[in-house]
């Protein structure tokens, strides 16, 4: 059996396991450590009690772990396992443990166990060689980091720059598998067709006007997402030129929020009673602006599809960038800094163009223009989007796990024949 240790039920990792229940041919069960999810619950960086309104504990095999009684899956000394991994191993006869990354110490021990007890670990984490790390945390990290690496077998690498981030860690190249970050593209696509027809409803129901170039951003209102950024962009002078106007939608919530409003003309605000403002202050100065709120999975396919591209403009802190798998996936261009892991992967096979340097609002204007002229067609964003879905990541499970249970078998084998 093949035991995959994940910190709680996660809207982008369920569908994978769910595939995997309904392919068959491998035998799994996840391990949780923690039910954050599952039921409302507060999320600090939204600043809003929210579940995910998906089947996450449906459709696959899984069980609940004990850790510590204070646990916090956002906290890496906060989610610790109480109990010993050996005699669960036994039980179900695991051939290999998939662990969801290092960013707990439930992670590490786990790792630490089956290496114990010669269990062969997966691991699947999200860091790449974009991310900038303080001259002084580099000699530790390289420590801590080669320590754990050492004890696993396989690399399940989720993009190029992760990749590259394992080499530089000296993981060699038969070590790697490719496992690609994605969502449920097809689960997004219908979504987004059946919305489509009524596409004007929709952005009349935000108060976006017909005929506007509506820009979205979807995701945390935080530092890192650097939703100024879009903000600063619009106010380039080629854009005003451009003769069409320019409307944005943001999707979420958080603590920059209040500083958000304040920097647009807001047309509509769903946290506001779900009204169109009639106090819209026409002056031009600001940019004209509609806020969503926080959409639920279900809820999301609106935004892209009232949406005409949608920017994610984060630092290096955004390992991948989800998100644009569901936009692209739903038919939306995205732009992208330089500084988000998908960015190689899902945007620069579109048009190069569609990048720009991580805090370069001019750049960001231009590659606006570039899409306003030139937009993507929506096959061929969901013919590269397609390549980052769950059925290569299920091949690549099956090879894995089939290979590993040859050896456990090659091994054992000997010691059984040698009763007889």
């Not at 950024?229 to 958080?254: E, M």
């Not at 958000?260 to 769903?270: E, G, K, P, S």
């Not at 096979?349 to 606006?368: H, K, N, V």
């Not at 590269?384 to 690549?396: G, I, P, R, S, Y």
Request: aromatic share 10%.
């Amino acid at each position: 059996m093949l035991a995959i240790l994940s910190t709680h039920p996660i809207q982008y990792q369920v569908p994978l396991w769910q595939a995997l229940a309904k392919e068959g041919s491998v035998p799994f069960e996840v391990w949780y450590l923690s039910a954050h999810g599952t039921e409302p619950s507060y999320d600090r960086q939204f600043d809003k009690s929210f579940a995910w309104d998906l089947e996450i504990l449906s459709g696959y095999p899984h069980r609940f772990l004990k850790v510590n009684s204070d646990a916090n899956v956002s906290s890496f000394s906060k989610l610790r396992m109480v109990e010993r991994l050996a005699p669960l191993f036994r039980e179900k006869e695991v051939s290999a443990l998939w662990v969801q990354g290092w960013n707990v110490l439930a992670y590490w021990q786990a790792v630490r166990q089956a290496h114990a007890t010669g269990v062969p670990v997966w691991l699947r984490g999200e860091s790449n060689d974009l991310a900038i790390t303080a001259t002084w945390k580099r000699p530790l990290k390289q420590l801590l980091l080669r320590q754990l690496f050492g004890r696993v077998s396989k690399f399940l690498y989720i993009g190029a720059a992760n990749r590259r981030f394992y080499a530089n860690y000296g993981v060699r190249p038969e070590q790697l598998s490719a496992a690609p970050y994605c969502v449920d593209n097809e689960r997004f696509a219908l979504q987004a067709d059946s919305l489509r027809p009524g596409r004007e409803d929709v952005r009349r129901e935000w108060g976006i006007p017909d005929g506007a170039f509506c820009v979205l951003f979807a995701g945390k209102f935080i530092d890192k997402k650097r939703p100024f950024d879009l903000l600063h962009a619009l106010k380039d002078a080629r854009l005003a030129q451009q003769g069409r106007p320019l409307h944005l939608l943001f999707v979420g919530s958080g603590e920059l929020g209040q500083p958000l409003r304040d920097a647009c003309q807001v047309v509509f605000d769903a946290e506001a009673g779900n009204h169109i403002s009639a106090q819209v202050n026409d002056s031009g100065t600001l940019p004209r602006a509609t806020f969503a709120g926080f959409l639920n999975q279900k809820e999301i396919s609106e935004a892209y599809v009232a949406a005409d591209c949608m920017v994610l403009p984060s630092d290096h802190r955004e390992t991948w960038g989800l998100v644009v798998n569901e936009a692209m996936a739903s038919g939306l261009p995205c732009l992208v800094s330089d500084a988000c892991g998908c960015a190689e992967d899902l945007v620069a096979p579109i048009s190069s163009q569609f990048l720009y340097p991580l805090g370069d609002t001019s750049a960001l204007a231009g590659a606006l223009l570039e899409l306003m002229r030139r937009p993507p067609s929506i096959s061929a964003l969901r013919e590269q989007v397609n390549k980052f879905d769950l059925e290569a990541t299920l091949k690549t499970v099956n090879k894995l796990f089939h290979s590993a249970s040859r050896r456990v078998m090659d091994a054992t084998l000997p010691a059984v024949l040698t009763r007889y």
